[in-house]
């Protein structure tokens, strides 16, 4: 087995899957991953029924970690969304959000809304200055 690495100031940087599998830390991210998950769905960031479009996306080993590193701050500020603060938060992070039964949620019935929701807390995508949405390049896609 082999990987690509990169060491600077003393850390090690493994650029390449097979790293991550030989250290198990694809198994590390994964059960960070849950326990992310887990905390979404204890805030009512989205609903119930759309549990399955995230864990879907879990199951495939290249996107174990795409939960593994949230902004606690950014899911407690999405889990306090009501009729006042809606239109606010939706303007701020640029994410669709619903309401259903006098519950407010983040919408992630596609592709694109989960990828947006997932990069917004995981500060993979954010507004510039000019109010405009910016992305870091994500290493995965959503369709595999």
Request: glycine share 2%.
């Amino acid at each position: 087995m082999h990987f690509d690495a990169f060491i600077l100031d003393n850390k090690c940087y493994i650029i390449t899957l097979a790293g991550r599998r030989l250290f198990q830390l694809e198994d590390i991210s994964l059960k960070e991953s849950i326990k992310t998950k887990n905390l979404i769905l204890e805030k009512h960031l989205i609903k119930e029924s759309d549990i399955c479009i995230i864990d879907k996306y879990l199951s495939t080993p290249r996107h174990y970690s795409s939960l593994a590193n949230p902004d606690y701050e950014i899911i407690n500020e999405l889990s306090n969304i009501n009729k006042r603060n809606k239109k606010k938060l939706e303007q701020k992070y640029q994410l669709p959000i619903i309401e259903e039964n006098g519950n407010w949620y983040i919408d992630i019935s596609s592709n694109e809304k989960l990828k947006d929701f997932l990069d917004t807390i995981n500060h993979k995508r954010a507004l510039n200055f000019n109010n405009e949405i910016v992305h870091c390049k994500s290493p995965f896609t959503l369709d595999s």
